[in-house]
C-alpha cells in the first residue's frame, strides 16, 4: 500500500515539471520576436543614417571634382585657342551643373549617379580636347621650325643670289670700264695753206686758214669695233659755237651743239683721229676753247690762242 502511494507521488511530480519546462518554452519563444524586431529597426536606422553620410560624401567629392574641372577649363582658356568657344560653353555647362548640385539638398542614389555620369563625361570632353589642343602646339612647332629652316635657307640663298648679283654688277662695270674707249693727247693747231698744197702750222689769226682738232683712241681688246662718230665743239672768245653750229639729242633731255664731227673706224688698235674745222672768213685775235665729245658725254677739251 505504501509502494502505490510513492508511486502516485512520483507521476504527479513529473507531470508538474513537464508543464512548468513547457511554460518556460512558451514563454522564451514568445519574447523572441520582440527581440529580433529591435534589432531589426536599429539595423535599418544605422543603414539608413549610413546612406545619408554616402549621399552626401559622394555630393562633396563630386562637387570638389567639378571646382578643380572648372579651375582647368579656365586654365585652358587663358591659351586663346580655336576651341576657345566650346571650352568657354563647356566651362558654363560645369558651373549650371554645381548650381544644380548645390541646389538638391539631399540627392538621391539615382541623382547622385547622374551627376557622376556628366562629371565624367565633361572631364572626358576636356581631356580630349586637350589632346587635341597639344597635338596642334606639336604641329604649330614643328611648323615653326620648318619655316624657320626654310627662312634659314632662303636667307642663305638670298645671300647668294645678292652676292652673284653684286659680282655680276662689278664684272658688268669692270667690262664696261674696260670696254670703253681710252681718248687721250687732245690738240688743237692752226694751220696756214699755201698754195703748194702744204699746210704750215701758225699761231697768227689772220694767216690762220683753218683749226685741226685731233686725238689719240689707245688699243683695246675688248671695246666694241666698228665706226664710231664723236663731236668736236668749238668756241670762241664770245662763246659762240664756229663751224657747222647744229643741234643733236640723244634722248632723255640730253643735246649737243657742235662745230664738226670726226668719224673713226676703230679694230682694237691706237688709231689718231682728227677733225678740220675751215675759217669762214678770217679768224680773231684771241682764244678759242675745243670740247671734245663721245655723243653727249665729253671726254676732253684744249684750247690755242691767235695772236
Known sequence: MKKQSQNKWLAVLIIVLFISAATTSVYIFNSEPDYFKDNSNAEQKTAFTSSDGAESFSKKNILDSLDVLKQ?????????????????????????????????????????????????????SLDKKILEINKLKSQNKSLLTEIESQNVVMYKQKAANDTLVSNQKKMESSLKSASKLDLNNFKVVALHDKKSGEELETNKAKSADKLKASFIISGNAVAKTGKRIFYVQVLDQNNTVLGENKLIEFGNNKALVYSFTVAADFQGKAVNVYGVLNSENQFEKGTYFINFFDKHEIIGNTSITLK
Request: proline share 2%; aromatic share 8%.
Open 72 to 124: 582647368s577649363y579656365e586654365t585652358v582658356l587663358l591659351e586663346k585657342t580655336y576651341l576657345s568657344e566650346q571650352l568657354k560653353s563647356e566651362k558654363e555647362n560645369v558651373e549650371r551643373l554645381i548650381d544644380i548640385i548645390n541646389a538638391s539638398k539631399k540627392p538621391s542614389l539615382s541623382e547622385i549617379s547622374i551627376y557622376r555620369k556628366q562629371l565624367s563625361d565633361l572631364k572626358f
